[in-house]
């Protein structure tokens, strides 16, 4: 069964630009995470959806946004870049939205 | 969800087993305890969880103390592709996905 899938794995983009990223969940998964994590404040969790609702929401602007799509499938946008919004997100996805998550590799995102 | 505390590094001998200690003094009857790993520039790795039983599956055996106030994993012979940081997580299981990650302990085996 393949894993969760995030594209694009490396982006770089320009401050005041806006970007999106994308996450396939392993098949049969409903659930899915978004985590951001730099080296100054570890991984930190964004929000999650289940079955296109958002469930929880970490203590992020409204510049973080995601929505979740009928086939499970996810996408997060970030507007307005700023320098700190450099860091690897992660995405990650669960069976159900109580059981455990499992992680993809994840996109890096250098905001120059 | 309750506050961990884990050691920040350790080092393990390679074929040896890694115990890998961690503190949950506040933990609620209801809150699970679940470990994750993290290889270098890798997303995290799902290792176990349990509630108050020890559990074991084919990478680790988790060991809960009976007043829960803590937990041990244990990889029983390490490798030196088990040098990563690992993160113990103590959630409630029916309150979504968000997953408090801690600093964690950075393990690393030696060969």
């Known amino acids: 069964k393949a894993g969760v899938t995030q594209t694009p794995r490396y982006l770089i983009k320009t401050r005041g630009q806006q970007v999106t990223l994308s996450c396939s969940p392993i098949s049969g998964h409903r659930s899915v995470s978004w985590y951001q994590q730099t080296p100054g404040q570890g991984l930190q969790f964004l929000f999650e959806y289940f079955s296109e609702t958002q469930r929880n929401k970490g203590n992020f602007p409204g510049r973080f946004s995601g929505r979740q799509f009928s086939n499970s499938r996810s996408e997060m946008n970030v507007s307005t870049l700023e320098l700190g919004d450099s860091a690897l997100y992660l995405c990650?996805?669960?069976?159900?939205?109580?059981?455990?998550?499992?992680f993809g590799q994840g996109t890096r995102l250098t905001v120059v | 969800d309750a506050k961990t505390t884990q050691p920040p590094s350790m080092d393990c001998a390679e074929g040896r087993a890694a115990n890998l200690p961690c503190n949950h003094s506040t933990i609620s009857g209801n809150e699970y305890v679940y470990w994750y790993r993290q290889i270098h520039s890798q997303g995290p790795q799902y290792i176990i969880h349990?509630?108050?039983n020890n559990e074991t599956n084919e990478m680790a055996s988790l060991i809960i103390t009976e007043d829960r106030k803590s937990s041990t994993l244990i990889l029983p012979h390490a490798t030196l592709r088990d040098t990563a940081v690992y993160y113990c997580?103590?959630?409630?299981?029916?309150?979504?996905?968000?997953?408090?990650f801690g600093p964690g302990t950075r393990l690393s085996v030696l060969p």
């Open positions: 349990g509630l108050k």
């Open positions: 997580i103590v959630r409630v299981d029916n309150y979504g996905q968000n997953f408090v």
């Open positions: 990650a996805s669960s069976p159900q939205w109580d059981t455990e998550a499992f």
